[in-house]
């Protein structure tokens, strides 16, 4: 059964710190990987990530994944109060089972 | 460019009724999913469906769910003679057609509380 494990649950930090996401994957016909932040809305589309050793890069956020070792990471660099949300990684296998198969979540608070 | 359109977004029915959720995919996008969320635990896929097609339904309960995408209108996920366990949120998303590396995009859910 396909599976993704993220930790850790849940991060509180302070405002300014770094803070660095991970998500593990056992998925057959793996194709990708995603990131998705969720607040009390519609989860939000961060990244998808294909090929190993490449980083995704958008403002503060980056994301790596790791394909030998079936990892990734979400790094947040100078956190702010508006990060603080659930970030979602899900995995997509493709090949008639199109669903994403999603972690728990980490659900990460900056404090002021 | 408006986004997936879930409604209701809040609904409340008592156990043994129906509950009819509604999603209208991205403009351009032919593809629709259905997930569901529990507490406590992380999106779940129910189903996965195409113009007037079911095309994967693996996460689906097989009774009293049902999902329909007409070839005119929203997609309708159905649940009948709902009971506690099914409340929760219930999360649509859709991608376009050809989409080969899963992106898929989320409405804003629909919570069911069943009383």
């Known amino acids: 059964e396909d599976k993704v494990v993220q930790s850790p649950l849940s991060l509180v930090v302070h405002e300014g710190d770094t803070v660095t996401l991970n998500c593990s994957y056992e998925?057959?016909?793996?194709?990708?990987l995603l990131w998705y932040k969720q607040e009390k809305k519609a989860p939000t589309f961060l990244f998808m990530l294909?090929?190993?050793?490449i980083e995704k890069k958008s403002g503060r956020l980056s994301s790596i994944l790791d394909k030998k070792e079936l990892f990734s990471i979400l790094n947040i660099t100078a956190t702010q109060t508006g990060d603080s949300a659930v970030y979602l990684c899900?995995?997509?296998?493709?090949?008639?089972?199109?669903?994403?198969?999603f972690g728990k979540g980490t659900h990460l608070i900056i404090q002021p | 460019n408006a986004g997936v359109m879930q409604n209701p977004r809040h609904l409340v029915r008592r156990r043994g009724q129906e509950a009819r959720l509604r999603c209208s995919p991205m403009?351009?996008?032919?593809?629709v999913y259905w997930y569901r969320q529990l507490p406590e635990e992380g999106l779940k896929f129910m189903v996965y469906?195409?113009?007037?097609?079911?095309?994967?339904e693996s996460g689906m309960p097989k009774e009293r769910f049902s999902a329909e995408f007409p070839k005119e209108g929203p997609s309708i996920l159905r649940i009948q003679q709902v009971v506690r366990g099914d409340s929760a949120a219930y999360f649509c998303?859709?991608?376009?057609?050809?989409?080969?590396?899963?992106?898929?995009?989320f409405g804003a859910g629909t919570r069911l509380s069943v009383l």
């Open positions: 998303a859709s991608s376009p057609l050809g989409s080969r590396e899963g992106i898929q995009y």
């Open positions: 998925v057959t016909n793996f194709r990708s």
């Open positions: 294909t090929s190993s050793g």
């Open positions: 899900a995995a997509y296998s493709g090949g008639g089972a199109d669903g994403l198969t």
């Open positions: 403009k351009g996008h032919s593809h």
């Open positions: 469906l195409q113009k007037e097609n079911i095309i994967d």
